[in-house]
């Protein structure tokens, strides 16, 4: 149940302008101890994941990344899994889960 209300967090969270080709992603990828990550290595993995993204072109793009407990819930901006699939690949990252948002509410949607 907690992953679950983190994964409906990160839809409300990460709302952004849709391209026609562009689709968002939740990503989830289970790291072991990824809690217990110092500044330092939460850094090494971001420049890591940054290096592997530029070799990709502008497809894709990292928006951003929770940490919580032993998982990250990524958030991607691309045109299809398969790319999110080659990024995690490339650079040696986990991708247990990829889903693709279908939609965002948050406070706003009560009101409109």
Request: proline content about 4%; some cysteine; charged content about 20%.
């Amino acid at each position: 149940m907690r992953y679950s209300l983190i994964a409906f967090a990160l839809l409300i969270a990460s709302a952004t302008a849709f391209s026609a080709d562009s689709h968002q992603y939740i990503i989830e990828r289970t790291i072991p101890g990824a809690q217990n990550l110092t500044q330092d290595e939460l850094k090494s993995i971001s420049q890591k994941s940054r290096a592997v993204l530029e070799t990709l072109g502008p497809d894709i793009k990292w928006q951003q990344s929770y940490v919580a407990e032993d998982k990250f819930y990524c958030v991607y901006q691309a045109p299809n899994k398969e790319i999110i699939a080659k990024h995690a690949k490339l650079g040696g990252f986990p991708a247990d889960k990829i889903v693709e948002v279908s939609g965002i509410i948050g406070p706003q949607t009560a009101s409109e």
